[in-house]
T-cell receptor
Framework: GDSVTQMEGPVTLSEEAFLTINCTYT??????LFWYVQYPGEGLQLLLK?????DKGSNKGFEATYRKETTSFHLEKGSVQVSDSAVYFC????????FGAGTRLTVKP | DTGVSQDPRHKITKRGQNVTFRCDPI?????LYWYRQTLGQGPEFLTY????????KSRLLSDRFSAERPKGSFSTLEIQRTEQGDSAMYLC??????????????FGPGTRLTVT
C-alpha cells in the first residue's frame, strides 16, 4: 500500500541554519503531497502542498518540490528561527491520507 | 476563526468506562475524518464521513469504537469499555467539497485521552 518515509529525528539546528527534512513516498498513481507542522499540545497545521509533479509548495519560507522521478518531497528552509521548533509530518493523499512518523526539529538561539 | 474544533481537549478515564468526543468541522466542509495519534507517530486513519454517510472504516476501529455524524455537521466518536491501549490523541479533520479526494485536510486541536 501507499506509504511515506521521512528522515528520523530529532534534528537540532542553530538559528539561521539551513534546514532539510527528507521525505520519500511509495504510491500508485498521482497522489497529492503535503507537509504539516505540529506544535506541542496542538493539532496538525497545513504548512504547504503540491498536487502534481514538479509543483513547488511554499509557505512561511519553507519550500518543497514534488519530484516524481525520485518519489520525494523534501522540506527546506533557508534560515530557521527558534519559533520553527515543532514536529513536521510529510503526508500523501491518494484517496487516503497517509503520514510519515514525523521529524522533531529544535532550533536553538 | 471558524476552524475545526474538538471537545474536550483532555479526558482522563478509568479502564472500562465509556467516553465520547465531539468534533465540529469547518462549516462548509462536507468531508470529516477521525485519526488516532500515539506518541512519536503520525496520525493513523480511523474513519471517514461524507456528509452523514460513514464511507470508510479502518481495521483499527474495533467494535468498541463507533462514530456518527447524524446531520452531516458535527461528529462524535465513542469508545466503549476503554482499555489502556486506547490512550492516544484523537484528531478530527475536515476537507471541502468539490470532488477532490486528494485534497488537503484541516485538523482540529485534538482530544488527548488517558486511560488509567
Amino acid at each position: 500500500g501507499d506509504s511515506v518515509t521521512q528522515m528520523e529525528g530529532p534534528v537540532t539546528l542553530s538559528e539561521e541554519a539551513f534546514l532539510t527534512i527528507n521525505c520519500t513516498y511509495t504510491a500508485t498513481g498521482y497522489p497529492s503531497l503535503f507537509w504539516y507542522v505540529q506544535y506541542p499540545g496542538e493539532g496538525l497545521q497545513l504548512l504547504l502542498k503540491a498536487t502534481k509533479a514538479d509543483d513547488k509548495g511554499s509557505n512561511k519560507g519553507f519550500e518543497a518540490t514534488y519530484r516524481k522521478e525520485t518519489t520525494s518531497f523534501h522540506l527546506e528552509k533557508g534560515s530557521v528561527q527558534v519559533s520553527d521548533s515543532a514536529v513536521y509530518f510529510c503526508a500523501l493523499n491518494n484517496n487516503d491520507m497517509r503520514f510519515g512518523a514525523g521529524t522533531r526539529l529544535t532550533v536553538k538561539p | 476563526d471558524t476552524g475545526v474544533s474538538q471537545d474536550p481537549r483532555h479526558k482522563i478515564t478509568k479502564r472500562g468506562q465509556n467516553v465520547t468526543f465531539r468534533c465540529d468541522p469547518i462549516s462548509e466542509h462536507n468531508r470529516l475524518y477521525w485519526y488516532r495519534q500515539t506518541l512519536g507517530q503520525g496520525p493513523e486513519f480511523l474513519t471517514y464521513f461524507q456528509n452523514e454517510a460513514q464511507l470508510e472504516k479502518s481495521r483499527l476501529l474495533s467494535d468498541r469504537f463507533s462514530a456518527e455524524r447524524p446531520k452531516g455537521s458535527f461528529s462524535t466518536l465513542e469508545i466503549q469499555r476503554t482499555e489502556q491501549g486506547d490512550s492516544a490523541m484523537y484528531l478530527c479533520a475536515s476537507s471541502p467539497p468539490g470532488g477532490q479526494a486528494r485534497a488537503e485536510q484541516y485538523f482540529g486541536p485534538g482530544t488527548r485521552l488517558t486511560v488509567t
